[in-house]
């Protein structure tokens, strides 16, 4: 199975974006140069387990089931002790952005898990639920979206039944605009553009995600869904992003840049994999960033970088580590605003929150 990907930058006004869609030749591109996004849902961390992987994305030759079973395995552990550090809030705590009857607004801390873990770590939801109430009675019937544990920002939570199913359908349609506001490493040369790079699940790290590419999609031929689960034998998923520049700064003297990000497709962790592939992850993403957990640069190999993703202001392997330093693990992302229709009332909701770096 092949797949062409297609990259349309941006000068002064938004031009449409290329539709993924099978072709005759591998990663057809139309390239000038390249920037994207995340959807961040829940960026989790995970072990290294001892398996031949090789460096830049490069598929590791005979990988089978059980290797996939194994360091699956080894990360959610990993992904579970995290877990266990989500921090408890009161009711002093919760920042409320909006309030009705029907649904409340907050505006999550990092650090926090939205919803339980199977271990029953402390979590948002279960705060809101407490302090708020809700027609249901339990926490997770509240949840219609969810963000990273690193991941802060404005978060709605469904009071009643109506709720859930009016921000049910108003997520699942995407009527309804989010958008983010991240630092990533490096000063982004392009004032704005939009990113279209399909994303698959990534064998090497799961549960995490990559770039979708004809070898990466060859190299699942033979497992089965049986061992390796459903989710990771997906066909790949169209993802696209809109990026604009806010401001080019410094950290600690290091080059970043303030970025505004609109998720328009909404998969999971598809800003970071977009951003690491581009050569500007997020500054402090512990997962996808210099020395992750995932495999490196969204999964493309430098030739595949070099080809696909040409860019000339891609931060550099020493100014990424340094700025990981700087950052001293604190991820920089942030839910900065939400537009749409209350599902109830029918008033237009549109808020803001100030991201805290």
């Known amino acids: 199975m092949r797949f062409g990907l297609a990259v349309t930058f941006l000068a002064s006004s938004l031009a449409t974006v290329s539709a993924f869609a099978p072709t005759q030749n591998t990663w057809g591109v139309v390239q000038k140069s390249l920037f ?22 490069v598929a590791a030759p005979g990988i089978s089931g059980a290797d996939i079973k194994a360091r699956l395995e080894a990360q959610l552990e990993k992904l579970r002790e995290k877990d266990s550090k989500s921090l408890k809030l009161s009711k002093e705590d919760i920042k409320v952005a909006f309030e009705d009857d029907h649904i409340v607004v907050v505006d999550k801390p990092a650090g926090v898990l939205c919803v339980s873990s199977k271990d ?97 999609q060859q190299a699942l031929v ?45 998969r999971t962790h598809q800003l970071n994999v977009h951003l690491a592939a581009f050569g500007h992850p997020i500054v402090g993403d512990s997962t996808y960033g210099i020395d992750g ?14 080809s696909l993703v040409g860019n000339p202001s891609r931060a550099d392997e020493a100014l990424q580590k ?18 749409f229709r209350h599902p109830i009332t029918k008033e237009d909701i549109e808020l803001t929150a100030d991201a805290p770096f």
Do not use: W
């Open 36 to 57: 994207s996004a995340v959807e961040t849902e829940a960026v989790a961390e995970v072990a290294a387990v001892e398996e031949p992987v090789e460096a830049n994305g």
């Open 120 to 216: 029953g770590a402390p979590n948002l939801a279960d705060a809101v639920c407490e302090s708020f109430g809700c027609q249901m009675g339990r926490s997770d019937m509240m949840v219609v979206h969810r963000l990273g544990m690193d991941t802060s920002g404005l978060v709605v939570f469904a009071k009643t039944m109506d709720a859930v199913r009016g921000m049910n359908a108003i997520f699942r349609t995407r009527k309804i605009e989010r958008k983010y506001e991240a630092l990533v490493c490096g000063h982004v040369e392009k004032d704005e553009g939009m990113i279209n790079l399909p994303l698959m699940r990534d064998y090497e790290c799961p549960p995490f995600m990559r770039i979708s590419t004809d070898e990466h």
């Open 222 to 266: 033979g497992l089965e869904s049986s061992e390796v689960g459903k989710k990771l034998l997906e066909t790949p998923k169209e993802s696209l992003t809109k990026y604009e520049v806010i401001s080019r700064e410094e950290l600690d003297g290091n080059a970043v840049t303030r970025v505004s990000l609109t998720s328009i497709s909404g």
């Open 293 to 306: 957990d995932a495999v490196a640069n969204g999964g493309l190999s430098d030739a595949e970088l070099e």
């Open 322 to 339: 340094s700025i990981a330093s700087a950052a001293q693990g604190k991820s920089s992302v942030h839910a900065k605003s939400l537009k």
